[in-house]
C-alpha cells in the first residue's frame, strides 16, 4: 500500500462536516485542509475506510465472544466477559458512518456526473459491504439519511430487515453498474485495479451472505453460484510493514498498541485445530497441524508461554504485512455447500461442494507455504458412508444430512478466523440442534449484538430507545 494512504483517510473522513455551501465560500480556505476531491482519490480513501471497518472492533471483539481468541488482560479481559459500555463502540460506528458511508455516497456521486459507472458501482459494493457490517452487528441503523449531515443531522434508524432489502438492491444497483462496461478505474482500486468481473463476483457472494444472515437459502445458493469462482478474485485488504500506515490492524494491536491484551488459551477454536485436543476436528481424512499454526503460536511472543494468534515474520495469519480477508473465495464455496443442504438440493451436491472446497485445502488452500509442511496437513474427500451412523463424521448416530450439516457449519466456523462472519453464523444457528455450540465466557448467556455507541445515543435523538442491550438478539437472527 502506498505511504499516502494514512493521509487520504484522513483528508477524507471529515468530508460530508463541509459539504454545503454559503455566501462566505472559500472566504478562508486552507489549502492544506482539503474539503473536496477527485472522484480518483475517494475512492481509494473509502476502501481504506472500509478496511478499517472490517478490521476493528468488529472482528476483534466478535473473535474473543466467537472463540477464536481470548480476553487476558486489561479492558480486554473485560471485553472477554461481556462488560462492555455505549463508548467502545464510538471509534467503529464513525468508520462505518463517517468514514466508509459517507465517503462512499460522495464517490458514488462524483463518479455519476463523471459517466463512470464502473467506479459508481465500486463504491455502492463499498458502501454495502460497511452497511452489512454495520446491520449485523448493531440491528437497525440509519441508511437512507445516513451520509448526509447538512440534510439529516439527526438519521432516523430503519427496521433490520429494511436494511437488508436496500443492501440487496444496493448491490443489484453496482452489479448493473459494473455489467454496463461504462467508465474506467485503475491504480486508485487497490484492490483489484478495477477489475469489473472480480468486483461483480464480489457483489454476488456479499449478496449470498445477507440472504444466508436472513435464512433466505435458495435465493443465497442461486446468488454464491455468481459469486467469488476462485480464491485469486477474494477481496482482501492489502498490508505493508510500514507501523501506523499500512500493516495488518491485528498486528498493530497484538504485537504493538496492546500487547498481551489478547491470547488464545481456552478459545474454542484452538481445541478443533490443535492435534492434541481432545476435541480435535482431525480424522483419518483430515490433519489440521498447519492451519493450526498458521493460525496460532502455541509459545507465544506476545503473550510467552501461551497459546495467541499468530503475529510472527511475514507467515502467521496476522503477520504485520499479512493480507486480511474481506469476501472470499472460502466464504462463497462454503455458503454453497450449506445453502445446497438447506435449500434442497440434496446431500450429494452439498457434499460435492464440501469436497471442492477440501481440494482446494489439500493444495495448500489459503495457509501461507511456511506451514504446509509434509505430514502436516490433509484434506482428503470425503465419501457418503462417512456421514452413515457410525462413519467418521458421525460417531454419535445422528441422520447423515445433519452430520454433514455439522461438519459444513464446522468448517465454515474454523475458515473465518479473525472475521465477524463466524459470529454471524453462530448466532444465525445458535437454536439448531448442531452447529457450533460455545460455552459463555462469563454468566449464562452469550452475547447476541454490539450496543449503539455513546456519541450516537448522546447527539441522536432518533437513536433507539430504550437501547438494546448486549443480550438481546436483533430482529434477523431472532
Known sequence: MNRNYKFVLTALLGLELFSCTSIVENLNVDPNNPTSSTASLLLTGTEIANMATQEGMASRLTTIWDGYASGADRQWLDYYNYNVSAGIYDSDWNLVFTGTNANALLTISQATALGNRKMAGIAKILRANALATGTELWGDIPFDQAGDIAKYPNPAFEPQATVYTKLLALLDDAIADLKSGVGTVSTEDIHFAGDATKWTQVAYT???????????????????????????????????????????????????????????????????????????????????????????????????????????????????????????????????????????????????????????????????????????YKYEPYVAADFEAGGIENPDGISADNALMREILQERYVSFYGQHLGWNDERRTRTEAYGIKLTPNNGSQLPWRFIYPQNEINSNPSTPSPVPATFEAPAIYK
Open 206 to 376: 456479499l449478496k449470498a451472505r445477507l440472504l444466508t444472515d436472513s435464512r433466505q437459502y435458495d435465493a443465497a445458493y442461486t446468488a454464491a453460484q455468481s459469486g467469488v469462482s476462485t480464491y485469486a478474485n477474494s477481496l482482501y485488504s492489502p498490508h505493508g510493514t510500514t507501523a501506523s500506515v499500512n500493516q495488518n490492524s491485528y498486528y498493530s494491536f497484538l504485537a504493538s498498541t496492546r500487547t498481551g491484551d489478547i491470547y488464545a488459551v481456552g478459545a474454542y477454536n484452538v481445541s478443533l485445530l490443535n492435534p492434541a485436543s481432545a476435541n480435535y476436528r482431525g480424522n483419518a481424512k483430515t490433519v489440521e497441524t498447519a492451519r493450526y499454526k498458521f493460525y496460532y503460536l502455541e509459545n507465544g511472543v506476545n503473550t510467552p508461554g501461551k497459546v495467541e494468534p499468530n503475529t510472527s515474520g511475514s507467515s502467521g495469519f496476522f503477520a504485520q504485512s499479512a493480507s486480511f480477508p474481506l469476501v472470499t473465495y472460502q466464504e462463497n464455496i462454503l455458503t454453497l455447500a450449506e445453502m445446497a443442504l438447506r435449500s434442497g438440493k440434496g446431500f450429494t451436491t452439498a457434499l460435492g461442494h464440501l469436497n471442492t472446497y477440501r481440494s482446494f485445502l489439500n493444495s495448500g488452500g489459503y495457509i501461507n507455504a511456511t506451514y504446509l509442511t509434509s505430514g502436516a
